[in-house]
Nanobody, 129 residues
Framework: QVQLVESGGGSVQAGDSLRLSCAASGRTFSGYRMGWFRQAPGKEREFVAAVSPLAYSTYYADSLRGRVAISRDNAKNTVYLQMNTLKPEDSAVYYC??????????????????????WGQGTQVIVSS
């Protein structure tokens, strides 16, 4: 089992930045791929970013590339999502997820929510114009 707890969300103005954190406990953190997903009211959950277990590879949603950066600190069992130049359409609940690093390990594979076994409760981000 892996327990995930997100933090760092809040209400900000358009153009501001936020850094979300996800603290993991349980099984060996460095063995898991980690991802961030988000879900806005009335919309489906969508992929935001992911990082491989030892941070050799990162993946981003095309629509967010250049404005977000994912990183991880395996010594602290924590993954981060830096978000810059926030827009109102970035408002959503942001979820951290962990999954085994098995399978194709392609970019498409990392973008699939079904490839993640553990999910946090989410942290709310509200961006006002």
């Amino acid at each position: 089992q892996v327990q995930l707890v997100e933090s760092g969300g809040g209400s900000v103005q358009a153009g501001d930045s936020l850094r979300l954190s996800c603290a993991a406990s349980g099984r060996t953190f460095s063995g898991y791929r980690m991802g961030w997903f988000r879900q806005a009211p009335g919309k489906e959950r969508e992929f935001v970013a992911a990082v491989s277990p030892l941070a050799y590879s990162t993946y981003y949603a095309d629509s967010l590339r250049g404005r977000v950066a994912i990183s991880r600190d395996n010594a602290k069992n924590t993954v981060y999502l830096q978000m810059n130049t926030l827009k109102p359409e970035d408002s959503a609940v942001y979820y951290c997820a962990a999954g085994p690093n098995t399978g194709p390990n392609t970019g498409s594979d990392y973008r699939m929510g079904a490839r993640y076994d553990y999910w946090g409760q989410g942290t709310q981000v509200i961006v006002s114009s």
